[in-house]
């Protein structure tokens, strides 16, 4: 789709379906005015797509000649539709009891030594069934949608063997299929290494990007891979090998880079071009550096940085002043981040990141379209884009970020449809 610095642009060879007036419009586009806004305009939309956005006076004089319906928005906010761009949504279980067990002096290590942590939750993952899994997932993907999400980026990582891993990919198609809701799926193949590969971590790694990747690949399942590099995780050659075999497949990546570390992950990720390096607490230079040169996008996530109590926030004077693109994202986890509201993780990029409401929305819109490479579809309002758009009773956009707890989200249109649930 050809970028435009000029939203006011119109088709003249489509007709409408539909036209929103009486909205305060904030096309989220880059460059223009602060939030893309515009004032006394107008969008129409034909099947899924923005067909055209002008002035309100042309598009009630045009809705009434071509005989279309015209929706009065009551000076609502119309944005793009909100995208996370990094969840674990599909899991089995729950890590309640680890978290009351933390808040009892007992530490990670000893809870992960009782088979706590990331294994309880594949042990739990195993034990479900798919419908068990589908249904908790609905639940949150719901959740998050109320708020005026229209994309959602849905991880494996929970099975760590090939018949669960394609149990949880399927179970996310199968959330866009039921929802009116766009998932992008991601096979989070390293995640963590699974007990009965204890003895034998390069034959696991081989797995992952060999078979396993194929038969995941080849189902149709996969949209991007990722890999927790970190110490306490994959080290960056056994990343490496799973990002060269994505990449021989024509597959994208994303990496979960210095979360705890800086490892010379976030290198590791523009040097194969990564979608995206997630996380970014630790980075230094050298690493904003390379992922702005690489157009990676740095997916910040506050809400496992706030649920880990971390003292040291991503750099994000460093990432900007290197270039680097910023997007927010839930984390949605059991373990790290069990949060089910993007608008929560936009006040906490502000209050403990720092990031401006505007670099916050935009982190949720048009930067978070990059991340899941989907840019030319979605994330701004735009002629051509897809007709994603939440409205939200608010005075001004960030108010999205200032709301501690609060909903303001009162409706959505996804591929051009009103949703009911909204
Ligand atoms: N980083 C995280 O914070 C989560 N996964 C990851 O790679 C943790 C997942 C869990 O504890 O279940
Ligand atoms: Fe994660």
Known sequence: ????????????????????????????????????????????VRGDRIAWIGPAEQALSRARALDVPVEDCRGQW??????????????????????????????????ARAGGGIQ?????????SAAGLLASA???AQRLMAEGVTTIEVKSGYGLNLAVERILLEVARELGRRLPVSVRTTYLGLHDLPTEFAADRAGFVEQVAGPWLEALADAGLVDAVDAFCENIAFTLAETERFLAAAQTRGLP???HAGQLSDMGAAELAARYRALSADHLEFVGASGARALAASGTVAVLLPGAFFMLRQTTPPPVNVLR?????????TDCNPGTSPCTSLLLALNMACTLFGLTPEEAIAGVTRNAARAVGLETLVGTLEVGKRADFAFYQIDRPAELCYNLGANPCVGVVFGGVARATA
């Open 1 to 44: 789709m050809q970028q435009s610095t000029d939203p006011m642009q119109q088709s003249t060879t489509r007709e409408w379906d539909r036209v929103w007036v009486n909205a305060r419009i904030a096309t989220m586009v880059a460059g223009a005015a602060p939030y893309g806004n515009l004032t006394g305009a107008a969008l129409a």
């Open 78 to 111: 119309m944005l793009p539709g909100l995208i996370d761009c990094h969840t674990h949504l599909i899991y089995g279980g729950s890590r309640v009891e680890e978290f009351e067990k933390r808040l009892c002096g007992i530490s990670y290590e000893e809870i």
């Open 120 to 128: 309880s939750t594949v042990n739990a993952t195993r034990a479900a």
């Open 138 to 140: 609905m639940g949150r």
């Open 253 to 255: 990546a994303h990496v």
């Open 321 to 329: 002043a290197a270039g680097v693109s910023l997007a927010v994202a």
